[in-house]
């Protein structure tokens, strides 16, 4: 069973290139979420959806976009990339919309902006 | 703005210790306190969770202790193992319309000792 997978693991950038992290899973998940985490920081939520073509901002959305077109796949886009972006993103999938049941994660995409 | 406080940054214990991690949370309209656990290059994974209308939930050697009139929550490790050693991730959410983000607290690193 694949879960979640992302892709790539391991990305550096250059301060103002633009780059997307994949996200596909194939548990038929309807909502799909994206968080970075950061030292001392914990995970924070960046965006999120509910449904194909359905998403809304989490916590820390500036600097980055998303979109839902299809159940399986939820990319994360760095619209110009700053050192600040420097962390770990997870993505998250959950069977429901409710606030019931496991988040599942991936691995991870860390990611240096330099 | 951190909704979730989580305590200890970092423990050590001996094996067979009893680590206890705490978190306080400040809305009282969360409903949903897991906890997850990630290993080093892994994502978070759920290890057990509980609702405010207990007070106590076991699972194996986990046990998470919920009081709700002082908005705290903790996470008992029973005769801890050297497999424990990861990092612990509490974190709260709201069901209904806020489609259960989970707000996270910043996460213990927990060292386990032979």
């Known amino acids: 069973n694949a879960g979640v997978t992302q892709t790539p693991k391991f990305q550096v950038l250059k301060t103002g290139q633009s780059m997307t992290l994949q996200c596909a899973q194939d548990m038929n998940h309807e909502y799909m979420s994206w968080y970075r985490q950061d030292p001392g920081m914990g995970l924070r939520l960046i965006h999120y959806?509910?449904?194909?073509?359905?998403?809304d901002q989490g916590e820390v959305p500036n600097g980055y976009n998303v979109s839902r077109s299809t159940t399986e796949d939820f990319p994360l886009r760095l619209l110009s990339a700053a050192p600040s972006q420097t962390s770990v993103y997870f993505c998250?999938?959950?069977?429901?919309?409710?606030?019931?049941?496991?988040?599942?994660f991936g691995e991870g995409s860390r990611l240096t902006v330099l | 703005q951190q909704q979730v406080k989580q305590s200890p940054q970092s423990l050590i214990v001996q094996k067979g210790g009893i680590p206890i991690i705490n978190c306080a949370y400040e809305n009282t309209a969360f409903d949903y306190f897991p906890w997850y656990q990630q290993f080093p290059g892994k994502g978070p994974a759920l290890l057990i969770a509980?609702?405010?209308?207990?007070s106590e939930k076991k699972e194996g050697r986990f046990t998470i202790s919920f009081n709700k009139s002082a908005k705290q929550f903790s996470l008992h490790i029973m005769d801890s193992q050297p497999g424990d050693s990861a990092t612990y991730f509490c974190?709260?959410?709201?069901?209904?319309?806020?489609?259960?983000?989970?707000?996270f607290g910043q996460g213990t690193i927990l060292t386990v000792h032979p």
């Open positions: 974190a709260a959410s709201i069901g209904g319309t806020s489609y259960g983000k989970l707000t």
């Open positions: 998250a999938s959950r069977a429901s919309q409710r606030n019931t049941g496991e988040l599942f």
């Open positions: 509980i609702r405010p209308d207990v």
């Open positions: 959806s509910v449904g194909a073509g359905i998403t």
